[in-house]
């Protein structure tokens, strides 16, 4: 997918180079993954080769998980990480004369057949470093007749290599510690290309780019009887990327993972933070990365899994710190084990998105749901001990005389099991074991709700300094009253303005950036339905929790005494300095050593200083810098606290806690909703929170916690230089407003602001035409002179209306487009207009949104032009397609609410759509007022008259990969002569996720814009 000017995810390619130029570091691979998962294991019973033909029968069944490549052959991925088969590798190696002692490692590369010796080289010298030995390194047998020609031509040689310490006696309790480090170590010296699929004295990973039925095909080792092993861990995948690679195949090291993490580039940005604490706990240097290079989530959350199994966590405790449940507002909790989670979950910040991880540190392996529970894990207990997890039933042929349990994994849980002492811990237990294995972290929590300290004193002139903080008259009464009075504006679809880099007004940072949202492969939660697995807590120093990022004054004062001393910033400057002045105290911001003063308590960035001498920095430009320049001082555990004017609606709040707030004093706000109600400032607290729960539900995020630091917002038309500056993980599609620009905006902002002779706010007229203000597509001049040409066709009225549409300044993107002059073709070459409209089609709106009138308009005029109209979500009258084929719809849409579709309605279509987001809201999902709900549209939609109507966000219905496929493969059973499309919003990486969709057998997938 080609963006202009933009960079959102276009190839793995592009992906490194931006990597190498510095811009997005931390988004990695471009690949989404959704996949098969499991594992077998034999509690308490001697290792056997049964473990491994389970494994792979259990793989084969999950073949309609996977991906294949467009070559048919090549799969997605396979691959199986087992307990090692020592008694197997010591008699590979004895065949080649290598002996192998008591206590030794097996480590798996992927390595260029051009660099072996280099690689070889590498690992030996990594190995003298950390004090181990490398006793011989093997070929691993394969057949390359299995392979498809994608895999055969990316495919690297596979080699196993054996490792000993140089003091067995002395090395035995740290011996898999040592592994890791020199596992690492090879890494920073290994040339590139190469990838160590894993490293361990009780663990060995076989994977590639391989279809299931061909993996045992490829690698003779599996087909070997002496393989046997106590677990397997089995994973399918699909990659909605087109080139898959081999090295990202799963399981990794540790853990296998179906879904998505949806918080990844904020999980990524807060290790790097912690980078020198991690390696400072761990006493290793510069050398020892973190996280891995151009890899995948998945690859990205095994990085985290294992730093944590480092710091000395066991891998349920490692587990639960990464991927908490929802136990804050579980009433079944006992206070130990609520106290047990909230420690461990204040070690990290969740990775946060639908999620079936079955994991192994070599001891133990177990299974794990996200907190929503939006991936599929069952269990099977046998008589005799054997255990088998996956995200299928049937994965393997069991009498029903043998099975003792069978199971399935409720939001959050676990299970956990030890093969060698048969130990089986379901979620209780884990809970109990928790209990007491945290019991000496524990932390004083305390909960700092709302103060009843004093309201400060008024503001002086409280509407110019909100003018010159880039309030406006529409926005107070629109936007602002609304949540005054505890619940965020309704709006229709569409907004006929210019965006911001098009428009001729000074316009705040704010405008320039929008929040993103989940589809597909990430699905979208349901801040309503499902607000008990989302949390809005934020968790300070000293076990110190805040409610929400949206803070008081008098919250402020007790963090003040609570945590002290406080490190003040003060974000104005004086105005009369001008673009230079602004500037300097901008680069001051970032250049600044913090730690001169002294490491503090919390941090306070502040505009509270603005009067009619001194403007401020853009609050988010602001924050932004200061908490790079605080990541880089290491005081990334010190809460920043922004108090700003600035600050007044959700999308103020979202962007100050992407960019990496702790929290918000929205003073001006606070007083302003004050005015206008008794109790504003608790209802506008009440809305600006529900409307943080839509933010982060937009993006599947169910924690603040995740989301802070996030960068999960795209910004349009600001420069590449800034973008890079200041915001170098969100998406960006860069233009050319510069930072000089922006804060010229500003200036201008202040100085009208205090100029004026009144106090009152100006209308700028962003939500409705005002003469003199800013522009609309459909201003009245324009409709007038459209009304005129349609009453009157003719040469004079559409020049008036073309006049018009050509002069009145840009609105849209398309109206900065010109057209060249070329040298003419002869007119029978050009394809004639009755051709050229059968390709059109109109865009889909519901029979409600609509009147029926407008509605059986638009299909008329479709089908007498030969192009098709679109029946929405709304379903169409089954007396239209069945007694009046020329008013009906071509394209039948099927959206998440499933409103008016049946099979008769499906039978009637020429083309499908899956609706998999909203244009007008993308990730939140329709909504039809209950006054639009007559007794007409309720029986269409097979509703209650009066009801509103509120299709759920994508992923009640469909909230994977794998899940698509099946409904596009029963939407064509139901019909096969229709063609099926997908439509998906445009977005940053849109074109991955259409890859992806192509691959689950969609005709088409239509990224329809956002408005």
């Known amino acids: 997918m080609y963006y202009p000017n933009g960079r959102g995810h276009s190839s793995a390619a592009d992906a490194r180079a931006r990597s190498t130029e510095g811009g997005h ?79 030794f490692a097996v480590g798996c590369a992927f390595l260029p057949s051009s660099v072996i010796d280099e690689a070889r080289a ?12 490398v006793i011989g390194w093997r070929r691993v047998p394969v057949n390359t007749n299995a392979l498809g020609r994608r895999a055969l031509e990316t495919m690297p040689e596979i080699w196993q290599f054996f490792v000993e310490p140089f003091h067995p006696a002395r090395a035995m309790a740290r011996f898999e510690w040592r592994l890791s480090l020199l596992r690492k170590r090879a890494e920073s010296l290994l040339p590139p290309r190469c990838y160590i699929c894993s490293l361990s004295s009780q663990t060995i990973v076989y994977k590639g780019l391989l279809t299931p039925w061909q993996f045992p095909q490829f690698y003779e080792d599996l087909r070997d009887p002496s393989f046997a092993t106590t677990f397997a861990v089995f994973h399918q995948r699909y990659s909605t ?24 580039v904020s999980n990524r940005r807060w290790l790097r933070a912690k980078a020198t604490e991690f390696r400072s706990r761990l006493a290793v240097g510069s050398w020892f990365p973190l996280l891995e290079e151009n890899v995948s989530d998945s690859a990205s959350f095994d990085n985290g899994f294992e730093l944590r199994l480092l710091e000395g966590l066991s891998s349920e405790e490692a587990m639960l ?56 894990l069952r269990y099977t207990l046998t008589h005799d001990g054997l255990l088998i997890a996956g995200s299928e039933t049937g994965l393997v042929d069991l009498d029903e005389s043998r099975i003792a349990e069978r199971q399935r994994l409720g939001p959050g849980e676990m299970i956990l099991a030890n093969p060698a002492t048969g130990l089986f811990l379901r979620w209780r237990d884990i809970l109990k074991r928790l209990a007491i294995q945290q019991a000496r972290n524990a932390i004083p929590q305390r909960m700092l709700t709302a103060s009843v300290t004093p309201a400060p004193a008024p503001l002086h002139e409280p509407k110019r300094i909100a003018g010159a903080a880039g309030w406006t008259e529409d926005q107070f009464k629109i936007l602002f009253s609304a949540l005054a009075h505890g619940k965020e504006a309704d709006w229709s679809m569409g907004d006929d303005a ?47 929790t805040l409610p929400s990022p949206v803070i008081s004054a008098g919250q402020l004062s007790q963090l003040f005494a609570i945590l002290g001393p406080e490190h003040r910033i003060d974000i104005t400057f004086s105005a009369a300095s001008g673009v230079s002045g602004a500037r300097c105290s901008f680069a001051q911001l970032s250049t600044t050593p913090l730690s001169s003063s002294g490491r503090p ?23 932004a810098a200061v908490w790079k320049a605080m990541v880089r001082e290491g005081w990334w555990d010190v809460p920043l606290i922004v108090e700003s004017a600035q600050v007044f609606d959700t999308h103020h709040v979202a962007l100050l806690v992407a960019a990496g707030a702790s929290a918000v004093v929205p003073y001006l706000a606070d007083e302003f909703a004050e005015s206008l109600e008794p109790g504003g400032i608790e209802k506008a607290r009440a809305a600006i929170n529900a409307g943080l729960r839509k933010v982060l539900a937009r993006m599947g995020v169910s924690t603040l916690a995740s989301y802070r630091n996030s960068h999960l917002f795209e910004i349009v038309g600001l420069s590449e230089d800034l ?110 207009l009755e051709s050229i409209v059968k390709r059109f089609s109109t865009q889909a709106m519901s029979l409600g949104s609509l009147s029926p009138e407008a509605h059986r308009t638009l299909a008329l005029a479709m089908n ?18 069945r007694f009046e084929p020329a008013a009906a719809n071509k394209i039948k849409q099927v959206a998440s609410g499933r409103f008016g579709v049946t099979a008769d309605y499906l039978v009637h279509a020429e083309e499908i759509e899956i609706k998999m987001a909203q244009g007008s809201k993308p990730g939140e999902g329709g909504q039809l007022p209950a006054k639009k709900v007559s007794e007409y549209i309720a029986r269409i939609r097979h509703a209650t008259p009066g009801t509103p109507l509120i299709s759920p966000p994508p992923h009640h219905d469909i909230y994977s990969i794998e899940d698509l496929a099946q409904l596009i493969h029963d939407l064509r059973a139901v019909n096969p002569r229709a063609r099926i499309g997908v439509k998906l919003v445009s977005g940053a990486g849109v074109g991955i996720i259409a890859a992806g969709v192509a691959k689950a057998g969609a005709a088409t997938a239509v990224p329809a814009p956002r408005h």
Not at 501 to 530: G, M
Not at 864 to 881: A, F, I, K, V, W
């Open 498 to 544: 210019p965006p911001a880099f098009l428009s001729a007004l000074p316009r705040t940072l704010w405008d320039y950036c929008k929040q993103r949202f989940a589809q597909v492969t990430n699905p979208p939660i349901d801040p309503l339905r499902e607000t008990h697995v989302m949390s809005l807590d934020v968790h300070l120093k000293d076990g110190i």
């Open 864 to 881: 007498q032009l030969g192009g098709r109209s679109n029946t929405g979500e709304g379903g169409e009258d089954p007396n239209t397609y």
């Open 723 to 832: 973008c890079a500056e200041v915001f170098e993980d969100a998406a960006d599609f860069p233009g050319q407003k510069s930072l000089d620009d922006l804060l010229l905006d500003y200036l201008h902002l202040h100085k009208a602001a205090f100029s004026r002779e009144s106090d009152d706010l100006a209308d700028a007229g962003l939500y409705r035409f005002r003469k003199g203000a800013e522009l609309h597509a459909s201003s009245p001049e324009v409709v007038r002179r459209l009304h005129a040409h349609v009453r009157a066709p003719g040469a004079k009225t559409y020049s008036a209306f073309e006049e018009l549409a050509d002069h009145q300044g840009p609105i849209f993107l398309r109206d900065l487009l010109d057209t060249v002059p070329d040298t003419a073709i002869a007119l029978e070459e050009v394809e004639p």
């Open 25 to 103: 570091p931390n988004w990695g691979h471009p690949d989404h993954d959704a996949c098969g998962t499991g594992f077998i294991a034999r509690l308490g019973g001697a290792p056997s080769y049964d473990i491994i033909q389970f494994a792979l029968t259990a793989l084969e069944r999950l073949t309609h998980r996977g991906g294949v490549d467009a070559d048919g052959a090549s799969g997605d991925g396979a691959g199986l990480l087992t307990s090692l088969p020592r008694a197997f590798f010591r008699a590979r190696t004895a065949e080649q004369g290598i002996e192998l002692p008591e206590l």
């Open 241 to 264: 990327n087109t080139q898959p690679s081999w090295h990202l195949a799963q399981p990794f090291r540790y853990v296998a993972h179906n879904g998505e993490i949806n918080t990844i």
């Open 122 to 133: 590498a690992v030996e010298a990594a190995a003298d470093v950390e004090r181990l030995r």
């Open 601 to 623: 308590g919390l941090l306070l960035l502040s505009d509270r200083a603005v009067n009619a001498d001194r403007a401020s920095l853009p609050a988010l430009l602001a924050t």
């Open 321 to 376: 710190a990464m991927v908490p449940p929802a136990f804050e507002k579980d009433p079944l909790l006992s206070r130990d084990v609520r106290g047990a989670l909230t420690a461990l979950s204040q070690r990290s910040e969740p990775w946060d998105g639908p999620a079936a991880l079955v994991f192994s540190d070599g001891q133990f392996v177990g299974a794990k749901l996200d907190r929503n529970g939006l991936r599929p």
